[in-house]
């Protein structure tokens, strides 16, 4: 009986450490923390039709911070949550934005912004 009992906690254990988290909270502030990768698509400018950019990976951090690029090019910088549908990106102490963030969820990450009165620069990240 002690060994059958043993050996269910053991693999209740297993069980539970493997399984995924599940995301449960709602605040785009602990939403948006973690590892992304995704592409922007930039407007039809000049006559130009819409275009997709390149693939990156974005690391946002609980601090605030964050990380964009692709390999051995990387740009570091901070963020900042300013409402439930918005923030702000600071390059290299350049602000860029605002974006709205049209999507967020556990597993996916949406933004726009708009650049000019003919386009928007979407962004689309997925974990």
């Keep these: 009986m002690r060994r059958i009992i043993i050996a269910a906690l053991i ?3 297993l ?3 493997c ?4 995301f449960t909270s709602t605040d785009p502030k602990e939403m ?6 995704g592409t922007y698509t930039n407007p039809p400018m000049d006559n130009r039709p819409s275009e997709p950019g390149m693939e990156f990976d974005f690391h946002f951090a609980a601090d605030g911070k964050f990380r964009m690029g692709k390999r ?3 740009v570091d910088g901070t963020y900042q949550i300013t409402g ?3 923030f702000v990106l600071n ?3 350049m602000p860029a934005g605002p974006y709205e963030i049209v999507e967020l969820s556990s597993d996916r990450l949406v933004f726009e912004r708009k650049l000019s009165s003919e ?5 689309e990240l997925r974990r």
């Design 15 to 17: 069980v539970a450490g």
């Design 72 to 74: 051995k090019v990387w």
């Design 119 to 123: 386009g928007v620069q979407r962004t």
């Design 19 to 22: 399984q995924r988290k599940s």
């Design 84 to 86: 439930p549908k918005s």
């Design 32 to 37: 948006i923390v973690g590892q992304w990768t």
């Design 11 to 13: 693999g209740w254990v």
């Design 91 to 93: 390059i290299r102490s």
